[in-house]
C-alpha cells in the first residue's frame, strides 16, 4: 500500500519506521537471514491496510487540529510510544509463519496451481496457533482463562466462577462429544388420542358420584385440553392461579372485540415464563375450536365445583389444595388413556409395548408431548380446521425470550385479540 502524502504521520506509520530499523539492524547484527526483514515489513503493510486508503486521508485534518491544540495550549495529546526495542510477542512470529506461508505456491496437483496461496488457507496457521494458546493459558491460568461463548475469543481475566474457567468448558464440550448430547424428545400426541380422551373424560363426568370425582375429572381435562391448544410447558400450566385466567363466553365475544359466537380463555402467566410484549394477554385460547374441542366449557365446570376458591389458588390441585405435577398426570391419567387406546387397535399405539425402552411411559416420558402435538396438529388439515400461518404459530408458541435473537420484522408484529384466538378456533 502507498500511503499518500499527508502532513502528520499516523501513530503506526511511525511505530512500523522504528521497528523495522530497529529489527534490521539486530538482524544485521545476528547474521541471521533478512527475509524475516520483509516479512516485517508486510506484516505493518498489512496492518496498515486494515483501514482503508479513506480513512487515513480523512483523518488527516483531525490530527491537524489536535497538533494545533497541541502547540496553542502547551499540551500533549498525541503521544507515540517510546520503543527501546522491537515488539517481542509471539503473535509477531506467527503472523511471520503466516505471512511466509502465503508465499507458497500450490503444488502441481493442486486445483489452484500456478497461483499463490489464498488467504483462507493461510488463515489455518492463525487457527492452529489458537488453539495451542487456548490449551496452554487453561492449564498455566486456570483461574484466569475464559472463553467467549459467542466470539470464541480466549481471554485471560482478574477472576472467574470456577465454572465459567476455560479448562472447566472444554471438559463440558468433550463429555458432550463423549457421551452424547443429543436428547430425544418425547413421542407428539395426535388429535385423534386429544379427541378419545375428551370423550373418555365426558363419560367419566356423566358417571360421577362424588365431589373428589368430580373434580377429579375435571382438573384432568383442563390440564389435557390447556396442554393441548396454549402449547404450555408443564411448570406454566400447573402454576396456574384463578386469578391469572379470563374465560368470556361465546355469547360475550363482541364484548372483548370478537364476534359473536366466539368467546376466548386468557392466560396471565409468571413473570419468569413470560416472554411476550404486548399488552395483551399472553395466552389466548378459543373457548370452543374448530375440531370440537371445548376448554372453556371444562374451565367453567372446574370454576364452579370450587365454591370457596380464591383468586389466589391453584387452578389443578388436589384435595388438599396441592397442586398438580406432570408426572402425577402422566401416570394417573394419560398413560391409561393411551393403554386403552392400544387395548382398542390405536394403529399408531401398537408399536409400544411392555419392555423397558419401549413402553409408552418411556415414550411419553414428560409434558411436552402436548407441546409437539399441538404445534404439529396446527401446521396441517385436520376434521374441519385450517392450516395455521407461520406467523401465527410464532406468536402463539411464544418461542422467543431474548429480543437480540429475534428477527426485526417479527419484533414489530402486534396481533390483535381476534387475530391471536384464530390458530386455537380455526386450525386446532
Excluded at 482463562?145 to 471438559?171: F, H
Amino acid at each position: 500500500m502507498t500511503y499518500p502524502r499527508t502532513r502528520i504521520a499516523p501513530p503506526f506509520i511511525c511505530e512500523a519506521c522504528t521497528v523495522r530499523t530497529q529489527l534490521g539492524s539486530e538482524l544485521e547484527k545476528k547474521g541471521q537471514h533478512l527475509g524475516l526483514l520483509m516479512l516485517e515489513r508486510m506484516r505493518l503493510i498489512d496492518q496498515a491496510n486494515a483501514w482503508s486508503r479513506g480513512t487515513h486521508q480523512n483523518y488527516q485534518a483531525l490530527l491537524g487540529k489536535l497538533t494545533r491544540f497541541e502547540q496553542a495550549y502547551g499540551l500533549i495529546l498525541l503521544q507515540p510510544t517510546s520503543l527501546a526495542h522491537p515488539p517481542q510477542h509471539p503473535s509477531i512470529g506467527v503472523m511471520w509463519a503466516q505471512q511466509h506461508y502465503l508465499l507458497r505456491t500450490p503444488s502441481v496437483g493442486h486445483s489452484q496451481s500456478e497461483e499463490r496461496v489464498r488467504f483462507g488457507t493461510a488463515r489455518a496457521l492463525r487457527s492452529a496457533a489458537s488453539q495451542y494458546y487456548l490449551w496452554d493459558f487453561q492449564l498455566a491460568h486456570p483461574e484466569r482463562s475464559i472463553r467467549d461463548p459467542r466470539t470464541r475469543k480466549m481471554y485471560l481475566v482478574e477472576g472467574v466462577s470456577p465454572t465459567d474457567a476455560l479448562g472447566y468448558g472444554l471438559m463440558a464440550t468433550g463429555m458432550a462429544r463423549r457421551v452424547g448430547d443429543h436428547s430425544k424428545p418425547p413421542i407428539a400426541l395426535t388429535l385423534k388420542q386429544v379427541q378419545w380422551g375428551v370423550e373418555h373424560l365426558e363419560q367419566r363426568w356423566m358417571a360421577c358420584k362424588m365431589p373428589e370425582a368430580y373434580r377429579e375429572t375435571a382438573a384432568a381435562a383442563v390440564t389435557h385440553l390447556l396442554g393441548w391448544l396454549g402449547w404450555l410447558r408443564s411448570a406454566e400450566l400447573f402454576s396456574l392461579k384463578w386469578e391469572d385466567v379470563t374465560v368470556t363466553r361465546p355469547a360475550s365475544g363482541p364484548r372483548i372485540g370478537l364476534p359473536l359466537g366466539v368467546g376466548a380463555i386468557e392466560l396471565r402467566l409468571l413473570p419468569e415464563t413470560k416472554s411476550n410484549r404486548t399488552k395483551v394477554a399472553d395466552i389466548v385460547i378459543s373457548y370452543l375450536c374448530a375440531s370440537g374441542l371445548a376448554p372453556g366449557l371444562w374451565l367453567e365446570r372446574l370454576r364452579r365445583l370450587w365454591v370457596h376458591a380464591t383468586p389466589g389458588d391453584y387452578i389443578i390441585r388436589g384435595r388438599t389444595g396441592t397442586r398438580w405435577t406432570s408426572n402425577y398426570y402422566r401416570r394417573n391419567h394419560l398413560y391409561k388413556w393411551l393403554r386403552q387406546q392400544r387395548a382398542e387397535g390405536d394403529p399408531f399405539l401398537q408399536a409400544f409395548t411392555d419392555a423397558p425402552g419401549n413402553r409408552l411411559e418411556d415414550k411419553y416420558y414428560s409434558f411436552g408431548t402436548y407441546r409437539r402435538g399441538g404445534r404439529s396438529t396446527s401446521t396441517k388439515r385436520n376434521n374441519g380446521t385450517k392450516k395455521a400461518t407461520s406467523d401465527e404459530v410464532y406468536e402463539h408458541g411464544r418461542w422467543t425470550k431474548r429480543m437480540s435473537k429475534e428477527n426485526m420484522p417479527t419484533r414489530y408484529n402486534e396481533f390483535e385479540l381476534a387475530d391471536r384466538i384464530n390458530l386455537t378456533l380455526l386450525c386446532m
